[in-house]
């Protein structure tokens, strides 16, 4: 039987391979490779900070069982995922735009926002001071502020594992027609490749924007959209902000060398 516990990272997992292949098979950039360094790194970083989650992040939700606000939604699961997701997927709408806006926050967002190609496994490239902060969100929100001891136990996990599953889409390389219908339909309220590939270019300090994790109906309703009709040439980060391509350099914020 799949646990709550097993049950995360069986969702990334699965959602990291199937739009990894998904860019295999429908690309946007076709001359990238299916695993490439990029890749490689990203998974590396992922378990690292996977296992950052699993002890120091566990430690400190495992203290945190406060529970402020009861919202009286026992139940009714159906509306405690509906509340969490749209909780969530709101606060971390404004956290996204602290990293960008606070220059503070940004100097370890561009980490993120350091990769030039991107695929699946995009997301898990971040440094430490961010992955602590997206820890951190979910357990103030549905450990310390909101109480949810008496909701459904796979509720926050189906949350979870929604924006992580939207994580990977949304970096894959993956080619996003969206003047097809379907994709019309699905852009009303949700996160895709096109639309995310706007928040890795290059020119980020001209056209910053696309904050949203899962829905897109924040960055229209606060007016910070920024998509084009294709893909941005280039993505990554200017020459200034450019950091050396390792784990090492990441983490210590190292500069590209010049020249």
């Excluded at 690292?48 to 139940?75: H, N, P």
């Excluded at 602290?98 to 995009?122: G, I, K, N, Y």
Aim: hydrophobic share 50%.
């Amino acid at each position: 039987m799949i646990t709550p516990e097993l049950a995360g990272p069986l969702i990334q997992a699965t959602a990291l391979g199937t739009f990894l292949a998904a860019g295999r098979v429908l690309p946007r950039v076709t001359d990238q490779a299916l695993v490439n360094r990029d890749t490689v790194q990203n998974v590396m970083n992922g378990v690292l900070l996977f296992g950052l989650r699993i002890t120091l992040i566990a430690w400190i939700s495992q203290r945190s069982e406060i529970g402020l606000l009861d919202l009286g939604l026992e139940g009714s699961p159906a509306i405690q995922l509906l509340v969490a997701f749209l909780v969530l997927d709101f606060s971390r709408y404004w956290l996204h735009y602290a990293h960008h806006r606070v220059s503070w926050l940004w100097t370890f967002h561009r980490v993120h926002h350091s990769a030039e190609r991107l695929d699946a496994t995009t997301g898990l490239r971040m440094h430490v001071v961010d992955f602590v902060q997206l820890s951190l969100l979910p357990v103030l929100l549905f450990v310390v502020l909101i109480d949810t001891h008496a909701w459904g136990k796979w509720v926050v996990v189906l949350v979870l594992g929604i924006g992580a599953a939207m994580d990977a889409f949304q970096h894959g390389n993956i080619r996003w027609n969206a003047a097809h219908p379907l994709a019309k339909a699905w852009n009303v309220l949700f996160n895709h490749p096109l639309f995310h590939s706007w928040h890795h270019t290059r020119d980020g300090d001209r056209c910053d924007g696309n904050y949203g994790n899962t829905l897109v109906i924040w960055d229209r309703i606060f007016r910070t959209e920024v998509t084009g009709p294709q893909p941005p040439a280039l993505m990554g980060l200017e020459e200034d902000q450019a950091l050396r391509d390792s784990l090492m350099g990441w983490h210590l914020l190292r500069p590209r060398s010049k020249g």
